[in-house]
């Protein structure tokens, strides 16, 4: 997998990768060169086979400050609407990536979390916080509506219909402490503990049967929009399809040689 990016940090080790994006001064903003590498970076993610987890870290204190003024929403302003609709596709696509990576992805936000930085921490599978991190979808506060790169979709199923709408409608900030409580964020960490305790879970997960966490997040993703019935049909096809790897089979023998299963990812 690339780690030589030019519009954001990118480091391996290990099989986890860890990204961020690279303004502190401005408090990492996006950029239209930033959302596209991004894009095109978690695409190609899928076929990577020497990552298994990413962690999306926080620079300098702070997440994420959204599109950035100068660098988008100024030009936005001056843009007509097949430029707009291939601009907001375009971000669309990032989090259809991150969402379809294959691999488990862990958002490790601290400080500043807001507007296209709030939904890259809501379109990742776990999120550890401070408690001084912000999170805001303020789309409305720059004339926006609410729906923004799937937030209506995404965000209620995370911490509900009415506390979504109030997050997307009024474009406020949902605290540290709201966001744990709401269920947003798995728990919240130290300022000082905050990578240590991300590359902690990612390597717990990077420890287990990484064919088996490709599945689960391919089945998070594809169960919103089926019926039980379908669900649980796909779900059988696709722990048959496990069935058999040969961590399967590695977790059958450690069991009964009453050992720690040491899973390969095959």
């Known amino acids: 997998m690339r780690s030589d990016v030019k519009h954001f940090q990118c480091e391996i080790n290990d099989r986890i990768a860890t990204v961020r994006l690279d303004r502190p001064d401005r408090k990492n903003p996006l950029t239209f060169d ?33 599109g950035d003024v100068h660098d988008i929403i100024g030009p936005l302003t001056r843009m007509n609407m097949k430029e707009l609709l291939r601009f907001t596709r375009m971000t669309g696509d990032l989090v259809k990536a991150i969402v379809n990576c294959g691999k488990p992805v862990i958002a490790a936000v601290d400080g500043v979390c807001v507007g296209a930085g709030a939904i ?27 729906c923004d790169m799937g937030a209506c979709a995404i ?26 409580r709401w269920g947003f964020y798995n728990r919240l960490v130290t300022g000082d503990t905050l990578e240590e305790e991300a590359l902690k ?64 990812g095959d």
């Open 155 to 180: 965000l209620p199923r995370i911490i509900g219909q009415t506390r979504a709408a109030e997050l997307l409608y009024t474009g406020r900030a949902m605290s540290a402490e709201e966001g744990e």
């Open 120 to 146: 890259i921490a809501m379109a990742s599978d776990l999120r550890l916080a401070t408690a001084e991190a912000k999170t805001a979808f303020l789309f409305t506060r720059v004339g926006l509506a609410g």
């Open 34 to 66: 930033s959302y596209a590498e991004l894009r095109d970076w978690f695409r190609d993610l899928v076929y990577a086979d020497d990552v298994d987890v990413v962690i999306f870290g926080s620079n300098g204190g702070n997440f994420s400050s959204g």
């Open 201 to 264: 879970l990612a390597q717990k997960i990077q420890a287990g049967p990484n064919f088996a966490h490709m599945m689960t997040k391919t089945m998070l993703a594809q169960e919103w929009a089926m019926s039980i019935e379908q669900a649980i049909e796909a779900e059988a096809q696709a722990q048959a399809i496990c069935m058999q790897t040969g961590d399967f089979e590695r977790a059958y023998n450690a069991f009964v040689a009453k050992e720690r299963p040491v899973f390969e």
